[in-house]
């Protein structure tokens, strides 16, 4: 019998395309899928170490799924230059019941920003920035680029 894959991570430069999230977690004995989708309201840049970015991610899938029952869950997060009004990362959460998933998708977002080491250089007309995650401040970038 072959493996059902229930979790989906991924770090792409590429576009991120919600239907195609949304299709990772759909299953036929979930009655929710519940997503957050974050949009770029300004120029950003995004950098990490895949290998170290996707162990953090499958290890708060890990605890999410200790505190709500859930079917299939995708974390997927844009690297690279993501324009004004693209999506940088998108969760889709699928679960028995909404209660379920629309707590996880919450639960998710806050620990994928405060945990995973990816770096985020905000672009603006007169310079840029770079911000870090809460826990992630032993692997910060310098500002080289004001």
């Not at 919600?18 to 840049?45: P, W, Y």
């Not at 997927?76 to 019941?97: C, D, F, N, Q």
Request: aromatic residues 8%; hydrophobic residues 40%.
């Amino acid at each position: 019998m072959a493996k059902i894959e229930k979790d989906f991570i991924k770090l792409t430069s590429d576009s991120l395309i919600l239907q195609n999230i949304v299709d990772l977690v759909k299953d036929n004995q979930a009655g929710a899928i519940s997503t957050f989708c974050g949009t770029t309201l300004i120029h950003l840049e995004y950098e990490s170490y895949i290998p170290m970015a996707e162990k953090e991610i499958s290890s708060i899938i890990d605890e999410v799924r200790t505190k709500w029952q859930l079917i299939k869950v995708a974390v997927y997060h844009r690297l690279g230059t993501v324009p004004v009004g693209e999506t940088s990362v998108i969760i889709a959460v699928s679960s028995a019941h909404r209660n379920e998933s629309l707590k996880a998708v919450e639960w998710l977002i806050d620990s994928l920003k405060e945990k995973v080491p990816i770096w985020k250089k905000e672009i603006y007309n007169d310079g840029s920035s770079w911000k870090e995650n809460t826990k992630s401040k032993c692997c910060q970038k310098k500002n080289t680029f004001d």
